[in-house]
Nanobody, 116 residues
């Protein structure tokens, strides 16, 4: 059974940093594009950042210059999100997402709370 498991969430003060990790298990195949999404209370889930199997990345405007997405270059099946200069509006559940052949998988989410 293929699974994506996120870790690294927590509570951080405004201006602080966190690094989220997402690791895949249950497959020997390499994921294609992988990404991070977030969902704040009362809001729809939104794309934060995405990275292709070749390493090309893209970001939502609201995180450009603050967040960096990367992935494991060996297995291609782990993706990371380095978050800096965090703001209270970054508070949300962050989800990892990945495309494996024709199926899109989601992690269970990790809570990020930015508060003083």
């Amino acid at each position: 059974q293929v699974q994506l498991v996120e870790s690294g969430g927590g509570v951080v003060q405004p201006g602080g940093s966190l690094r989220l990790s997402c690791a895949a298990s249950g497959t020997s195949l390499s994921f294609g594009a992988m990404g991070w999404y977030r969902q704040a209370p009362g809001k729809s889930r939104e794309l934060v950042a995405i990275i292709t199997s070749g390493g090309s990345s893209g970001y939502a405007d609201f995180v450009k210059g603050r967040f960096t997405i990367s992935r494991d270059n060996t297995t291609k099946n782990a993706v990371y999100l380095q978050m800096s200069s965090l703001k209270p509006e970054d508070t949300a559940v962050y989800y990892c997402n990945g495309r494996l052949v024709t199926i899109t998988y989601w992690g269970q989410g990790t809570q990020v709370t930015v508060s003083s």
